[in-house]
């Protein structure tokens, strides 16, 4: 009896542990048809399932924990989504589809509570951008001319516009949220995703802030591989950094400067213009090679997309990586924030000129006059 007692005992506690080796949902979303596909999403995982009069019963193992994770909801062509940041743990979703996308709270969670906080702080914003955004629609349909009306409520140089304003006033109440807030989960994991909000000084300012028990933590690193270098201009030399090839050697970013421009692309697989220009920007290197080597870092730390971006390109170009991910330190000192993102050195190493974005048609034309 007594083995017995203990082996039920023993099974009773490693299925509560297994229970936690994984996210589970629960609850009921009002308002989604029984037809509706749903998908949850978190690092390159996909769960698709469907609902029955709206109650959740979902699963889904995350791999690095606490993380954002996204439900999307797609009916009739209609797309709807949420966020929540969460771990392996059990947590209830209640509400209704027109809670989407911030205003469901996940229940039971030990980190979406500041997620939701931040949601709160900046609610009565967004509702007034939602707002404008609807006026400036109607002024549209109306006959107004659209780029009167984009200086109007989106202009980025003063006067600001309407829109513009508040979308600042948001970034910095977020930014002040995670200040006060460094020093937990979401303060350090939403840090990365407003980089762009910060000066260097302020970045500067924040590392200190973060508790040293967290300095060895992904999202620290990077922040501090940002406050130990600075925004690169025209005319600075480049970064040094090891990475590996596609062939998974050790190579240093110097090594491609033999006496030639270097292209540097930042891109990934899971990035439509990045598939879209991966092998448009291979073709123009192709035709450039006397001049141009052509060197693309790959940003995501998935080895399958990684081949899979190369046979995009023709297994043309050099196709380097850390399997770090997108907190790779490297990535930190070059401000990678957006894919697919070029950067121009002349042959001594020297920035040429910072490409933001998707190129048009003129890319080659462009480097070809850069290059003279």
Not at 13 to 22: H, L, N, P, V
Not at 210 to 234: C, G, H, M, Q, W
Not at 295 to 312: A, S
């Amino acid at each position: 009896m007594t083995n017995k007692l203990m082996m039920l005992i023993a099974l009773f506690f490693s299925i509560g542990i297994m229970a936690q080796d994984k996210l589970h949902i629960t609850g009921k979303i009002t308002g989604i048809p029984n037809e509706a596909k749903l998908t949850l999403e978190n690092n390159f995982k996909k769960v698709v399932f469907q609902l029955k009069d709206g109650v959740l019963d979902v699963e889904m193992e995350l791999t690095v924990v606490p993380t954002l994770v996204f439900m999307m909801v797609e009916h009739e062509g209609k797309q709807k989504y949420t966020t929540f940041f969460v771990g392996n743990e059990a947590i209830v979703l209640n509400g209704s589809i027109e809670d989407f996308p911030n205003n469901i709270k996940a229940e039971n969670s030990k980190y979406d509570e500041l997620r939701y906080q931040e949601h709160l702080l900046t609610k009565e914003l967004n509702d007034k951008i939602e707002i404008l955004s609807a006026e400036a629609r109607t002024m549209i349909e109306e006959g107004a001319i659209r780029d009167s009306v984009y200086k109007m409520y989106m202009n980025n140089v003063e006067p600001l516009g309407k829109i513009t304003k508040i979308i600042r006033e948001i970034e910095q109440k977020s930014a002040d949220f995670i200040k006060d807030n460094i020093n937990t989960d979401y303060g350090r994991y939403s840090l990365r995703y407003c980089l762009s909000q910060f000066t260097p000084e302020e970045i500067r300012e924040i590392a200190p802030l973060i508790d040293p028990k967290y300095k060895n933590t992904e999202e620290v690193r990077f922040v501090y591989s940002i406050a130990d270098s600075n925004t690169l201009e025209e005319g600075d030399k480049y970064y040094d950094f090891i990475a590996k090839d596609i062939n998974q050697k050790q190579v240093r970013f110097s090594d491609y400067f033999k006496g030639k421009y270097v292209l540097l692309d930042f891109s990934t697989l899971h990035c439509g213009y990045c598939q879209e220009a991966a092998p448009k920007t291979a073709q123009i290197a192709e035709e450039l090679k006397d001049q141009l080597t052509y060197v693309t870092y790959y940003v995501d730390h998935d080895i399958e997309g990684l081949h899979d971006y190369y046979k995009l390109k023709k297994d043309r170009g050099n196709l380097i990586w850390n399997n770090g991910g997108r907190l790779e330190p490297n990535l930190g000192m070059y401000r990678q924030n957006g894919t697919p993102h070029y950067m121009l050195f002349d042959t001594k190493g020297k920035l040429v000129k910072d490409f933001l974005g998707m190129q048009g048609e003129d890319f080659e034309e462009q480097l070809r006059a850069l290059m003279k």
